[in-house]
């Protein structure tokens, strides 16, 4: 069965302290994996696509890279506005542009 | 700059009303989604349409139905509501293999 999984759920760090998310993945052939940050009450916001294993992507304090099994959100020197929940989604290779999505992990970064 | 918009915020229904959720987008893509979100569960796809007058059942379309006249707009029905459909409501459009960008959510109450 296709399948998502997002690890931790939850996640509280200092401001400075770095950490990494963890997505992996179990789908037959994969299209594009995405990140996305979703605040409260708030729809999610597009952060990264990773198309092809080694491949990675940075913005900010944020960078993503792709396996052949899981994708990492590496945040480095988190300030407490990184707070929010980060989302992952597959896109398959086959058939329609539909995406799996991951529960989430909610980070906190305290002052 | 990319552009979904839901037309509300917070929806209070009653049950066995006909509810209509409204999505816009302007960035003239050809697909469109419908989602909802509940803790714990993710986001769950509940209709998708690829072109105007196209749709496709996603994972979870029982109960609803949805409608597409012109390419910017796609609306979610539900044609009886019931308390079980209490959630926030994602709205998202995509172009070909690009990534899906989202509204800010419906948050629905069904009473």
């Known amino acids: 069965e296709d399948q998502v999984t997002q690890s931790p759920e939850a996640l509280r760090l200092q401001e400075g302290e770095s950490s990494s998310l963890n997505c992996s993945y179990t789908v037959s052939g994969l299209r594009g994996l995405f990140w996305y940050r979703q605040d409260p009450g708030k729809g999610p916001e597009f952060l990264f696509t990773?198309?092809?294993a080694g491949e990675e992507k940075e913005k900010e304090r944020l960078k993503a890279t792709l396996t052949k099994k899981e994708s990492f959100l590496h945040i480095t020197a988190p300030k407490p506005e990184d707070s929010a929940t980060y989302l992952c989604?597959?896109?398959?290779?086959?058939?329609?542009?539909?995406?799996?999505f991951g529960t989430g992990t909610r980070l906190k970064v305290l002052a | 700059d990319v552009k979904v918009t839901q037309s509300s915020r917070y929806l209070v229904k009653r049950t066995g009303e006909k509810v209509f959720l409204e999505c816009v987008q302007d960035m003239d893509h050809e697909n469109m989604f419908w989602y909802r979100q509940d803790p714990g569960l993710g986001l769950r796809l509940i209709y998708f349409?690829?072109?105007?007058?196209?749709?496709e059942k996603g994972d979870i379309p029982e109960g609803y139905s949805v409608s597409r006249e012109k390419k910017e707009r796609f609306s979610l029905i539900l044609e009886s509501a019931s308390t079980n459909q209490t959630s926030m409501y994602l709205c998202a459009s995509s172009a070909g293999r690009q990534p899906q960008h989202f509204g800010d959510g419906t948050r629905l109450s069904i009473l």
């Open positions: 349409s690829y072109d105007v007058k196209m749709k």
């Open positions: 989604a597959v896109q398959m290779a086959s058939g329609t542009y539909k995406y799996i």
């Open positions: 990773l198309y092809s």
